[in-house]
């Protein structure tokens, strides 16, 4: 007996991404994944609806006709552009999902087929929002697995099936919940048979809309699929709100240390540029960094504690061309601003002179980015050695002034450290920057607030949630944080 060959589309992938036509690439895939020439009888376990292979149909003429018809079924299979595990260990899922809507062709008709891929692209607007609910998940690759997807979608093709759904979704439409049922949920009996009154319509668009926290309920309570979605919604309200109780609790040390350690911003960095010779604020260069405007704000006071120079994260050359056309475009992305344009103004009306300090390279690698972080330094501590009476305050992104004595760079705050220049650093946090348990305790404060992160040990080994650097970021990094609520 021949030895069953794996599928040709885990070897062939598509030579055209035409969006209709046809493409005899695509169904050379769909056409020969499962072919009776290839297999002479299918694995045990896979999808089928007993049909007959005299009954499948041609795609390549189906396609020839309906190009559209083509965009939706391929939209649906994946057409090899999603990264899947093999099913089984060595079948591709797409070309799996291909054959299985072969067989739905076959058995239910291309007529029908083609209402049914035409009103789930109704529904969500693409056919193809639909083929994320049939991809191979990763956790389970088995031909059981997909079975269960590929056996809802073949549902909705029984006579009466999709015109009750249609219908359902149409009453959901008009009481706003545009998003589309999901097929797992269009063919849940008990959820569709409550979803014909509108009360428990407006519990289920409720429930949707309670997001990530709604999505982890539902997941750890397998029994909602046999709840009515009023049932649900009660059911997730009180356990959202002992989930809150249970995180008030958890949060409580940290929120405890927030609050005795708080202090007005203003005062608190005038206070540490009292003691040191540079201060140096950093921004998360996120959008609208509110960092900006409390700094503009601040030159006043800092001016009063004794700063000298205004030394900011950008080239000579770009401060200048700036300084000579007032065009925020000649500074850098992250300071196009006008509170950036401010701070400097300020600085320079209060009688702080304004300097470059930066390479305006940019970070292309690692040897770029310590040269900057080296031209910082050297920068700040010329001025320092000008007049013993100097001090500066540097304004850029907040790693430049982190402890990075673990990751393979220096920052420019541990250079001048490491030449015994007295120097405090501080990065912000706030609802613009990337999301973390100071942000989200922070956030309800009536105003901004500093802290030192000595103060707050529990806080002080907390992560600060970025990307992209290579040392671990903790709030220890920093001498202190200041906090800007919603």
Do not use: C
Not at 107 to 118: M, S
Not at 399 to 409: E, F, K
């Amino acid at each position: 007996m021949t030895k069953a060959k794996p599928s040709e589309s885990e070897h062939i992938k598509p030579l055209e991404t035409a969006e209709g036509g046809n493409n005899e690439a695509r169904v050379f895939l769909a056409q020969s994944a499962f072919s009776a020439g290839d297999l002479p009888q299918k694995r045990k376990g896979e999808f089928s609806l007993g049909v007959d292979k005299d009954k499948l149909p041609n795609l390549g003429a189906m396609f020839e006709k309906d190009p559209q018809f083509e965009k939706r079924f391929f939209g649906l299979t994946g057409d090899g552009t999603v990264v899947e595990p093999p099913l089984g260990g060595m079948v591709a899922p797409d070309a799996y999902r291909s054959n299985a809507l072969k067989e739905m062709i076959g058995k239910f008709g291309q007529a029908r087929v083609q209402e049914t891929l035409t009103a789930l692209e109704q529904m969500r607007g693409k056919t193809e929002r639909y083929a994320p609910e049939l991809q191979v998940n990763g956790a389970d690759t088995t031909f059981e697995g997909q079975n269960r997807k590929l056996n809802n979608l073949a549902a909705l093709m029984k006579p009466g099936k999709l015109e009750e759904v249609q219908g359902i979704d149409k009453a959901l439409k008009a009481d706003g919940y545009s998003k589309g049922l999901s097929l797992e949920q269009m063919n849940n009996p008990a959820l569709m048979k409550a979803l014909k009154t509108p009360a428990e319509r407006q519990a289920f668009i409720e429930l949707e809309r309670g997001g990530p926290s709604a999505g982890r309920f539902i997941n750890e309570n397998p029994q909602t699929k046999d709840n009515s979605p009023s049932q649900n919604l009660e059911a997730y309200k009180k356990w959202q709100a002992a989930q809150t109780e249970k995180q008030k609790k958890a949060d409580k040390p940290l929120l405890d240390e927030l609050k005795g350690a708080a202090e007005d911003p203003a005062k608190h960095f005038s206070d540490a540029l009292r003691k040191n010779r540079v201060l140096m604020l950093g921004e998360q260069h996120s959008e609208s960094p509110r960092m900006q405007k409390f700094t503009a704000d601040s030159i006043k006071e800092l001016r009063q504690a004794g700063a000298t120079h205004l030394a900011l994260e950008v080239s000579p050359d770009a401060l200048a061309r700036y300084d000579k056309s007032k065009n925020l475009n000649d500074l850098p992305e992250a300071f196009r601003t006008r509170d950036f344009a401010a701070m400097i103004e300020q600085a320079k009306a209060s009688g702080m002179k304004v300097v470059g300090v930066d390479t305006g390279t940019g970070d292309k690698d690692g040897q770029s980015n310590q040269e900057r972080d080296n031209t910082m330094a050297a920068g700040i501590k010329g001025i320092l050695d000008k007049d013993r009476n100097n001090k500066v305050v540097f304004y850029g992104g907040h790693m430049h002034g982190a402890d990075t004595t673990q990751g393979a760079n220096r920052s420019a705050a541990d250079i001048l450290r490491g030449k015994g220049v007295p120097v405090i650093t501080a990065m912000e946090q706030s609802p613009n920057t990337p999301l973390d348990k100071v942000a989200q305790l922070g956030k309800e404060a009536a105003r901004p607030f500093a802290f030192s992160v000595r103060k707050t040990p529990l806080i002080a080994e907390t992560e600060v949630p970025r990307l992209g650097n290579d040392v671990n970021e903790k709030y220890k990094n920093w001498d202190s944080v200041i906090v800007f609520p919603k």
